[in-house]
């Protein structure tokens, strides 16, 4: 066990008729004791400092660890989320795309429609052309007996129609 600096004041030498001088001893043992006192008492701060220390770096080490974990977290988070994003964005080009699809269809079938009209609407005024000239040339013809057929006459109607007027 080590000594302390109270081990050291008290210790106690027994007197001899030829031994050391007992005033020097006295002095020696005052002094040593003063100056192991206060490299004990330094030595008990340094100890306590190390514990101090030692308990700071737990702390420390937990706290790292902690942020490591945090860090490993937010990462997966981080890969989650731009796992996320990127599903989201595929699915909205194959919306976009998809309705870019529909839209065009529609078109091409409204374009498809209105030139089914618009054919059915050449053929039918071209019908109501072919009729209103068949009953023109068919009232010429009533007008005018000596007139030469409705075919002659379509074929050559602008001579018929100044032959009627002159």
């Known amino acids: ?45 340094l100890k306590e ?18 942020l490591k974990n945090t860090l490993i977290l937010a990462q997966k988070s981080a890969d989650e989320i731009r796992k996320l994003a990127d599903q989201e964005a595929e699915l909205i080009i ?15 079938a409204q374009v498809e429609e209105r030139m089914r009209k618009y054919e059915e609407m050449v053929n039918r005024a071209e019908a109501f052309r072919a009729n209103m000239r068949g009953f023109l040339l068919a009232q010429l013809d009533l007008w005018d007996p000596g007139r030469q057929s409705c075919q002659e006459a379509a074929a050559g109607r602008s001579s018929c129609l100044t032959d009627s007027n002159g």
């Open 94 to 108: 194959r919306e976009a795309k998809s309705q870019a699809e529909n839209t065009k269809a529609s078109a091409a």
């Open 49 to 66: 400092n190390v514990s101090n220390i030692h308990a700071l770096l737990d702390t420390y080490r937990q706290m790292e660890d902690t």
């Open 1 to 45: 066990m080590p000594l302390t600096p109270v081990d050291l004041q008290s210790v106690q030498f027994r007197k001899s008729w030829r031994g050391y001088c007992c005033d020097q001893v006295d002095s020696f043992l005052h002094k040593a004791t003063r100056d192991y006192e206060l490299v004990y008492k330094e030595n008990l701060e």
